[in-house]
């Protein structure tokens, strides 16, 4: 690795994706999607996609819980991409449960003609392999992916993940119990009023309020991901 790869985390996240591709421990068909190059040596956030992404799902437990929607939209040159947003529902309609179907609105018969789990993986893969992804409470997103595509809690996955809700709990690091869920953080910064527990919106609203967190981190300067890495 050069030294300049050295201080930039998309190169020590492509690197690491290519030892795992090499391993044994990376499925055959997933394997392309760790190949992949990053598209430059910077890390100016407005020099590569980044994609925010949402799931609804069952419930939190990856290991017992299915995934039934996922959305998301793309921030390109520091702007929201609205051409790129994007949606579909997961066939597991004997999983959805009474408890989740009032929150999310999501019933069996909305999931019936949805992608199989092994099919979600291979777009989601196809969509963000090499990018920056974007989340709120990432660990929900990168769980849900590994559970479904077999991978181990410690195996990486083919992209870079930002997280919403760690740059917020760092931003409020002198509050005692800080409000960190999304429509709580949007109020603060007084951003309209959204459509919650819809994967496409969600991943819209998270999106906003990304910018708005880069504006207070970075000010008129232009975003670096080597410097938001210490909100991570």
Do not use: W
Not at 75 to 85: L, P, R, V, Y
Request: proline share 4%; glycine share 4%; with cysteine.
């Amino acid at each position: 690795m050069r030294l300049k790869e050295l201080f930039c985390p998309l190169y020590r996240n492509m690197y690491r994706c290519h030892r795992f591709a090499h391993s044994k421990a990376c499925p055959d068909e997933y394997r392309q999607f760790y190949l992949y190059e990053p598209h430059d040596f910077e890390s100016f956030l407005d020099k590569t996609e980044i994609v925010s992404l949402d799931f609804e799902t069952t419930g939190l437990d990856a290991k017992k819980d299915h995934l039934l929607s996922a959305g998301g939209i793309s921030i390109i040159k520091g702007c929201i991409d609205f051409n790129s947003a994007f949606h579909f529902y997961v066939n597991n309609s004997e999983f959805i449960k009474e408890d989740s179907a009032l929150i999310n609105h999501i019933t069996p018969e909305k999931v019936l003609k949805g992608k199989s789990e092994r099919e979600a993986v291979t777009e989601l893969f196809e969509r963000l392999s090499g990018k920056i992804v974007l989340t709120h409470c990432a660990f929900i997103e990168t769980s849900f992916l590994k559970a479904m595509a077999g991978l181990k809690k410690n195996a990486p996955l083919p992209f870079y993940v930002i997280d919403t809700m760690a740059i917020e709990r760092r931003l409020l690091r002198l509050d005692e119990n800080p409000d960190l869920r999304l429509f709580a953080i949007r109020k603060r910064r007084a951003l309209p009023d959204y459509e919650a527990h819809n994967a496409l919106s969600d991943s819209l609203a998270t999106a906003e309020v990304f910018l708005a967190q880069l504006k207070d981190i970075f000010g008129k300067d232009r975003p670096e991901l080597k410097k938001l890495k210490s909100y991570l």
